[in-house]
């Protein structure tokens, strides 16, 4: 079976500007958390989807948002951003939210210059 | 604060020594959810193990174990005979509540096993 798919793999964007990230759970998986991961440090968590409705978020601004899909495909967006906002964006998907094991992507490599 | 502490930043052993890896958490729900990760140099992480509040027994799973101390709020990760394959970033994490919809993790210990 697939395991949790993101794309794309690297992203470069300048400051100000918008992006939106894409994640794939594991088949049968109805829940996707996302995560922002700074070099040397632990997954920051950002938000978690349930069945398409928002179960969680992180403390972070309003310039990030996410959405979940009835595929329960997910996009993390975020607005303005900053050079701070450079990182690498992970994705988990799990059965069925945050007290089950989560299984991790690759993660999308994004940095703003 | 730091929900979940992971004080030790490196660690470095030789093959075949056993190592153990500190995690200590805080929280104040009575139902939460610990979990191990491992972050190989690859950079996906891979779950390890889940365990919940209400389960104190210690697990094992091959060359691995795990003590779970609600007394300290300690869950803490041993090695045995440690291999260079083990060579990782390990991190602890903390599922709060009922419904799990805040996670937290450490800070991550670096572990290198030296050959």
């Known amino acids: 079976d697939a395991g949790v798919t993101q794309s794309p793999t690297h992203l470069i964007k300048t400051r100000g500007q918008q992006v939106t990230l894409r994640c794939s759970p594991i088949s049968g998986h109805k829940s996707v958390s996302w995560y922002q991961q700074v070099l040397g440090q632990g997954p920051q968590f950002i938000f978690q989807y349930y069945e398409k409705e928002e179960r969680g978020r992180g403390n972070f601004p309003d310039r990030f948002s996410a959405r979940q899909f009835p595929n329960y495909s997910s996009e993390l967006n975020v607005n303005a951003l900053l050079l701070g906002d450079s990182a690498l964006y992970l994705c988990?998907?799990?059965?069925?939210?945050?007290?089950?094991?989560?299984?991790f992507g690759p993660g999308t490599r994004l940095t703003v210059t | 604060a730091q929900k979940v502490t992971q004080a030790q930043t490196e660690i470095s052993v030789v093959e075949k020594e056993d190592v153990t890896l500190d995690c200590v958490y805080e929280t104040r729900d009575t139902t939460y959810y610990l979990f191990w990760y491992k972050q190989p140099p690859s950079g996906e992480l891979v779950f390890l193990i889940r365990r919940n509040s209400f389960d104190e027994q210690n697990e094992i799973s091959g060359r691995y174990s795990w003590n779970f101390q609600k007394s300290t709020s300690s869950f803490n990760f041993t090695i045995t005979a440690s291999q260079v394959v083990d060579s990782a970033v390990y991190f602890c994490a903390l599922s709060e509540g009922f419904t799990g919809n805040q996670f937290y993790f450490g800070t991550g210990t670096s572990l290198t096993v030296i050959p």
């Open positions: 988990a998907s799990s059965w069925a939210g945050g007290t089950y094991e989560q299984y």
